[in-house]
């Protein structure tokens, strides 16, 4: 794990500069967040940990939290606020920890008791005395595919989840009730044009979701296509509001709808989309991909713009 800061080259131009490698995983990591309010990362790995990396008086990271999941883990969220960890595992499972104040306990799976999960979307809580403070901890099986993006809506206490199993869903994270389940279904016929459309409450695109952004009502999901579509949530349901053809290999004028904003962009892109990110203030989308290229959607602005990495 790297990190890097922006500095001035001899000619002024800004390009990243090594500040810390943190070394100790055995296998490829798969997710990194980094912390706001402590000099802290999380990570998640291959070789099914999930650990917190804490910056030491002597300036090493070392880890404060070593967690080993059932399997793999593929993908992370952690909420400062309210010190909440979701973990979306390999096999489409989401499990939610409390971290302690300190940063060097969360709750743990292995204290579950033997109860079923009588519905697959209900979580499991249960409550632990983990240092003197009460935890819970949930569990729930939603996707039949890894986990490829989580988040937490707090205002409206709904978590949000998309799987490569072609689906995002989101259901209340009190009572675990699905709220929703919208089904993106590979759609490729004889390499015809690409479309995507609502049927029976399913969302058909492409390929599968690979990232997502949130920023309710909207909901902004990645695909391996390379195409970014935009959901409006309304209670339990989602309307498609537009589809980004971001990374898809192809050069073409844009002309997209979003947030009832009309806007044309130009890109030349190829890749599936690997990671989102929205600027809520000012109102641009973020979106990199394999094809080492990031996008930066100006949506407030009604322009787009592309920025390849060297």
């Known amino acids: 794990t790297f990190a890097y800061e922006s500095v001035l080259d001899s000619t002024k131009n800004p390009v990243p500069a090594l500040l810390h490698k943190i070394e100790g995983h055995v296998a490829r990591v798969n997710d990194v967040i980094l912390l706001s309010k402590e000099e802290g990362v999380w990570t998640c790995s291959d070789d099914r940990s999930v650990r917190l990396y804490l910056k030491r ?9 070593h967690k080993i ?41 292995e204290a579950r008791s033997s109860q079923k999960n009588p519905i697959a979307c209900l979580p499991i809580k249960i409550s632990v005395l983990f240092l003197g403070v009460i935890t819970e901890l949930n569990r729930w099986t939603i996707h039949a595919g890894p986990i490829s993006g989580l988040g937490i809506a707090l205002n409206a206490e709904l978590v949000f989840s998309c799987s490569k199993d072609k689906s995002v869903v989101w259901h209340c994270s009190e009572t675990g009730i699905k709220r929703g389940r919208n089904l993106f279904i590979l759609m490729n016929i004889a390499r015809l044009s690409k479309s995507i459309f609502y049927v029976s409450g399913a969302f058909h695109c492409d390929s599968s979701c690979t ?3 949130i920023d309710l009502p909207f909901v902004f999901i990645g695909d391996h296509g390379g195409n970014v579509v935009v959901l409006r949530l309304s209670g339990d349901t989602a309307q498609m509001v537009s589809k980004l053809s971001a990374h898809t290999g192809c050069f073409a004028w844009i002309y997209i709808v979003c947030l009832c904003v009309k806007l044309t962009m130009e890109a030349l892109f190829s890749g599936p989309v690997s990671s989102l990110a929205w600027n809520r203030v000012k109102e641009i989308l973020y979106s990199g991909s394999h094809d080492n290229l990031v996008i930066m959607w100006d949506i407030g602005g009604k322009r787009g713009e592309a920025y390849e990495l060297k």
């Open 57 to 65: 008086d002597n300036g090493q990271f070392w880890p404060s939290i």
């Open 211 to 213: 990232a997502m952004a």
């Open 69 to 109: 999941m059932p399997v793999a883990p593929t993908c992370l969220y952690y909420s400062e606020e309210t010190s909440r960890l979701l973990v979306g595992l390999l096999n489409g499972h989401v499990y939610e920890y409390h971290v302690a104040d300190d940063y060097n306990s969360m709750s743990d799976p």
